[in-house]
């Protein structure tokens, strides 16, 4: 049996834009800090995925209605590999 704890939960309508300027400060955070900081009201997490995640990109269409979903999924303990390079 899993032991899953949901650390944070939140669905909010905004716009296209909106929505792709969080995606992308995200993405940016991810990639300058390794981490990124989720504020929602007085609850902060702090998101440090490992080096190597998998990524799930899934497309849903239902009755004309679409969902698209992006997951990244990690193991706390998995700090990866350094991949090989040629110099």
């Known amino acids: 049996m899993s032991n899953s704890n949901i650390l944070l939960k939140h669905e909010e309508r905004m716009s296209l834009e909106e ?3 969080l995606l992308e400060s995200m993405a940016k955070k991810l990639r300058e800090n390794g ?15 490992a080096n ?11 009755n004309g209605k679409y ?10 303990n ?7 390079s040629i110099s």
């Open 19 to 21: 929505a792709a300027s």
């Open 35 to 49: 981490s990124v900081n989720i504020n929602l009201g007085d609850q902060s997490e702090t998101v440090t995925p």
């Open 52 to 62: 190597n995640v998998k990524l799930e990109v899934e497309l849903e269409e239902s």
């Open 67 to 76: 969902e698209l979903e992006f997951e990244l999924e990690w193991n706390e």
């Open 78 to 84: 998995d700090k990866g590999k350094d991949s090989i």
